[in-house]
């Protein structure tokens, strides 16, 4: 901010910072940051359109549900509908918010195999799961059923990565690639009916929401700590303070495969 002393700009660092590090980063809810950070949204309205294939499927699964907080913006949920998630903290959230609506919250590794029967669903959804076991979406599927994705893609964000770790290499900046994954899917028997990939602009307006961001999405920063990194807090703090939001770009692609009808 123009005319803060040095003593200022520093109380309003360490005040960010602490209201930062003390607030709970559990779930999947980014609302603290309204006001504090901006992300442009893809523009196929992943909510909305996952909440229209819901409410026309008979048997749904949402693999790594987080706090659940997608799958209950759905105003119709399936007669069956079951959500896996495997933090313990986003467990007791999920189910506390599904259970009411009629849906099963199941405590699951995140790691083949899924914990259903074959051509258990009509329906697969995940919104921004860390990885995509392919084999097993087009096992519990039934032929015909579909799976619908929002994913984060390569590179996302990396204007913040590369500030704290330094250029990454190409296998780290290419990876998350949408037409790797479907190959993959296609690979596993299903047929991919929709691709998308957009990059977004995301915004941060005070070092509090880098703080905040990066203890809750902690794949960008493996192993984040505000006093490990507190010296690049705080110079980015200042330039904040002085040139305005921190930009960055975030990268998400939208996929939607199909289990073949069987013969």
Known sequence: ????????EHARFEALVAEAAAVSVDGWDFSWLDGRAT???????????????????????????????????????????????????????????????????????????????????????????VTTWWTEIARVLKPGGTYFSQQVGPASVFELVEYFL???????????????????????????????????????????????FLRKVIWMVPGFTVEQYRPQLAALHHLIETEGPFVAHTTRFLIEARKPQQP
């Open 39 to 129: 992300e442009q949204r893809p523009s196929w309205g992943y909510a909305r359109a996952m909440a229209d294939r819901l409410g026309r499927a008979q048997a749904a699964l949402d693999i790594q549900t987080g706090g659940g907080e997608v799958l209950a913006s759905a105003t119709k949920l399936p007669p069956v509908t079951v959500a896996t998630e495997s933090w313990p903290p986003n467990i007791a959230r999920a189910t506390a918010l599904l259970h009411p609506r009629g849906a099963v919250v199941v405590a699951d590794a995140d790691e083949p195999p899924l914990p259903f029967g074959d051509a258990a669903f009509d329906l697969v959804v995940s919104r921004h799961p």
């Open 166 to 212: 330094g250029p990454q290499p190409p296998e780290a900046r290419g990876a998350r690639d949408p037409q790797r994954a479907g190959a993959d899917a296609e690979a596993a028997g299903l047929e991919v009916v929709d691709l998308r990939l957009e990059t977004l602009r995301t915004e941060f307006f005070d070092i509090g929401a880098v703080v905040y």
């Open 1 to 8: 901010m123009p005319g803060t002393s040095q003593e200022e």
